[in-house]
């Protein structure tokens, strides 16, 4: 009996130091299985995380906060967390403390460099530490917000100020020649909007266009390409090289005809002038043809001298003897 | 009475076989009804804490609830309140009975040293034991508050857990066992000191027992208060 009752007190005793025991280890979150290690970071404030507080890397929770101590200098704290052993943490990581909820309750992520570019984390002196930044807690944002609201009060003040009747009246007029603007936007916009119809028309006409002259571009390429594979293209070119050699003679030829031609035109040249010199001559009635021409009465006399030429022909032809003695001897 | 307990403490031989016994009393025992108590304490206050926070309070701050307040609070001083009415009452009405029928003479008498004999025993069982049962009184509150909320209050076991450790330190732990501790040491030292005192025959018995009660149930709650206003 009285060892019976000895082995009672005992299982008792033991069960509740077991449950004492792994009980608080469970809800530190400690691992009896597995390994832990333990890396360091550093903040300048901490908000309201503490020992127990979740570690999570990309939203998933890897440990938890193991100690929280200010270094003795005052100018940093300094947060140990303890993490599964096995997450292999990414490059350049740093710490954020952020409020897991609105009630208090923190917590210690684990981030990528660069995911908030705009804050400044603290920097460690030795590495191996993370550097750490805390967001701000919401007694810091209801603060902020304070501050927002006691200006947004005096700036409705000043508003109510500078809000006078004829405020009101230049604001009413204001909103008249406003609503003025806009239908007077609104008759442009409905006149452009015929244009732009015309206009989108011929853009899609035009792209069509260009969509059939790529077809034939790409059509004509084919061809090329085709050409370009067939064996013809050997004699084509032979032929293109004689045709070439052919043109480079021609052309040889074409400058010296050139060269007689330009010789023939200053030739010409030579006698133009002399053309001219002539024809300024006859006009300035110098010359006996200048004078003919130029003179009617001249003109007058060589006509009745031909008259009387062709009469003394006539004569002659009639009376040859009166003219024309023969003797032989 | 408490500075000739101490002074007894080197009787060894005296007191030594006779703890044992009373922690089978004081301990083993008183678990059934603290257990009884932690378990429906447990139930009652996952139920209020969901009441009470529905709408903007997250349910998981039921687990936060349940944990803080068995742990803290609760789970030490209702099973100190419930051990003082069984064990304080135990302890005063045995020695108060021994008292007035003079069998506590009659140890002295017979050279045995009755502080060291009676109240020894109990005061280290008392010390031992309450911080014993205290902790399964807290784990029991903490399981029914757990299986309250998984089948009463739709919530998953994650979440529960998550609150239950989301703010626990282990000082809260050691703030449960100091106090558990100290209601011990109090309840059995009270308990004797009023069966010590016992005078009259039955009626003085019937006295000094609810005086142990009332007076150690008084003590659990300064105490309780004492020990919030130093330690946390």
Known sequence: MKESRDALVGVVIVAALLLIGFGTLWLQGVSLTGERVDIEAVFERVGQIQPGSDVKLRGVRIGRVRSVEVEPDGELVRLVLRIDGEVTLPEGAVVVLSPESMFGDWQAEIQPPGVYPAQRFSQPREEGTLPGYSLPDISELTAAADDISENLGILTERVGIAFSDETARNIASLIENVEEVTERLSELVSQQATSFTDVTDEVTRATRSIGQAAEDARISFGRIDDLLAREELGETLDDLAVVSANLR???????ETNTEVRQM????????????????????GEGTLGRLLQDPTMAAELESTVIELNLLLADIRENPRRYLRLSIF | MIWRAGAALKEVDVWLGLTLRQMTKIGV???????????????????????TFTGAIPLYFVGVLVGKTMMLELGPVLTGLALAGRVGANISAELGTMKVTEQIDALETMAYPPVAYLVVPRILAGIIMFPIVTALAIGMGIGAGWLTALQLLDMSTYEFMHGLTLFFLPFDVFFAMIKATSFGFMVTSIGCFYGFQTRGGAEGVGRSTTQAVVISSMVILVLDAFWAVTLL
Do not use: H, K, N
């Open chain 1, 265 to 284: 035109a200053a030739r010409m040249d030579t006698t133009f002038a002399s053309l001219s010199r002539i024809t300024s001559e006859l006009e300035a």
């Open chain 1, 249 to 255: 003679e021609l052309s040889g030829e074409f400058r």
């Open chain 2, 29 to 51: 025992d008183s678990v059934p009804i603290a257990l009884f108590i932690a378990m429906f304490t447990g139930i009652v206050l996952a139920l209020q804490a969901s009441y």
